[in-house]
């Protein structure tokens, strides 16, 4: 049987995205044309430590695999991004729409989420220790249960966007 290596599995990932920004996505999904998906930068498995992606339009792009130490992000709208094994420690997520964010086996680590929308992320296997998520909305997040208990004990406040309380939406 052939072994899938971590760098084939991302490239599987990015065509099968690929394949769905085209439109095989089905009925009732609309594509992206071609000029869309030209305008997406790639940022897979690069360092991306301390840069600054504050305010920025991501929608969709990818930083699978990619290393963002302090990087800021802080009001970026980062809708549906890949973060699949990335690590991002340290870095700031303060007001930015993470929602439907792949996001599973992704180093967060004290990272700042603050006012961060996270709705319908997929975080499995991911690591949230030291967390701020104040006024975060989490609803309907795939996390593990470890990760759960241990954002319900910081977790506080009303998100500004979505207006979901923190805690409500983590199921604390």
């Known amino acids: 049987m052939h ?8 490239l599987g990932l990015l065509a099968s995205l690929l394949l769905t920004l085209i439109g095989v996505a089905g009925p009732g ?4 044309s071609a000029a869309d998906v030209q305008d997406t930068v790639d ?3 690069t360092n991306q430590s301390g840069k600054d992606f504050s305010g920025q339009q991501l929608v969709n792009t990818s930083f699978a695999g990619a290393v963002g130490k302090g990087a800021n992000f802080a009001g970026a709208n980062l809708h549906g991004a890949i973060l699949t094994q990335g690590a ?5 997520f303060n007001g930015a729409d993470l929602s439907d964010a792949l996001m599973d086996r992704t180093d967060m680590s004290h ?4 006012g961060a929308v996270l709705v319908g992320v997929i975080a ?7 967390a ?26 009303t998100n500004p966007t979505t207006g979901a309380d923190t805690r409500a939406s983590l199921g604390c």
């Open 111 to 114: 990272t700042d989420l603050r």
């Open 132 to 157: 701020q998520v104040e006024n975060a909305d989490f609803t309907d997040a795939l996390l593990d249960r470890v990760d759960q208990r241990l954002l319900c004990a910081t977790a506080s406040g």
């Open 124 to 130: 499995s296997g991911s690591s949230f220790t030291g």
């Open 88 to 92: 991002f420690p340290e870095a700031n």
């Open 43 to 45: 940022y897979t498995l």
């Open 29 to 32: 999904v609309p594509a992206a």
């Open 3 to 10: 072994r899938r290596t971590p760098t084939s599995w991302v």
